[in-house]
């Protein structure tokens, strides 16, 4: 079964404006960490922001916040004041367990186009 | 403070032929993790090594090989290459004791089997 879902292959937003992508997971665990990468043409895979299972507050890094509802099992990305520079693929992911160092489980990404 | 490097940047193989692929850690990471990325995908955890070990993998066959080298770098090896192993093939080093999301990637190796 799938573990991350993100159901949006691709998404368009004006320069300026905000744009959530979304992202739902599978876990039975209690305890996990939840990120998203954003994956620019070149390869690198860029961590963006990172929501604990046991956070009650929302993550914020700069123009990045998590909207994280967990009887949902859902972790949006919300990327507000979007930029052209903002144009690449965005994957979710997830981290099941206490071990930080557990493998991460990706979502098939979303392809974010920033117009201009 | 150089980040993760990953040699080469691209590679072109024949099926059947044998791969190796290189990636030094972000200074002071000490733990280093594998991932194909197939075109159109997201990437999947091959393996993880630490203090030279395979700590944990992935569903991937034993074609897929690894190594951890004393100053932490590590090799990824994959054998008898098949068309499905094109890929872009990403590195990651961590701190084993450090925090949850202090996992850096490396730019990556786009791997094509002709």
């Known amino acids: 079964a799938q573990k991350i879902t993100q159901t949006q292959p691709g998404m368009f937003v004006q320069e300026k404006e905000a744009v959530t992508l979304d992202c739902t997971y599978d876990?039975?665990?209690?305890?996990?960490?939840l990120f998203w990468y954003k994956q620019p043409s070149s390869g690198e895979m860029i961590f963006l922001i990172y929501?604990?299972?046991?956070?009650?507050q929302n993550a914020t890094e700069g123009r990045y916040s998590l909207n994280f509802q967990k009887a949902r099992k859902s972790a949006n990305l919300v990327i507000s004041a979007s930029q052209l520079g903002d144009s690449a693929m965005y994957f979710c992911?997830?981290?099941?367990?206490?071990?930080?160092?557990?493998?991460?489980?990706f979502g098939a990404g979303t392809r974010l186009t920033v117009k201009p | 403070d150089a980040g993760v490097t990953q040699s080469p940047t691209h590679l072109i193989k024949t099926r059947g032929q044998q791969v190796t692929l290189r990636c030094s850690p972000k200074?002071?990471?000490?733990?280093v993790s594998w991932y194909q990325q197939a075109l159109g995908q997201g990437p999947q955890f091959i393996f993880q090594?630490?203090?030279?070990?395979?700590?944990q993998r992935g569903n991937f066959p034993d074609r897929f090989s690894g190594h951890q080298f004393p100053n932490y770098s590590s090799e990824l090896n994959v054998n008898a290459l098949l068309l499905g192993d094109s890929a872009l093939y990403l590195c990651?080093?961590?701190?084993?004791?450090?925090?949850?999301?202090?996992?850096?990637f490396g730019p990556g190796t786009r791997l094509t089997v002709t």
């Open positions: 090594y630490y203090e030279e070990e395979e700590r």
């Open positions: 200074s002071g990471h000490d733990t």
């Open positions: 929501q604990g299972s046991y956070d009650e």
């Open positions: 876990t039975s665990d209690q305890s996990y960490g």
């Open positions: 992911a997830m981290r099941e367990g206490e071990d930080n160092n557990n493998d991460m489980r």
């Open positions: 990651a080093s961590s701190l084993l004791q450090g925090y949850s999301y202090e996992q850096y």
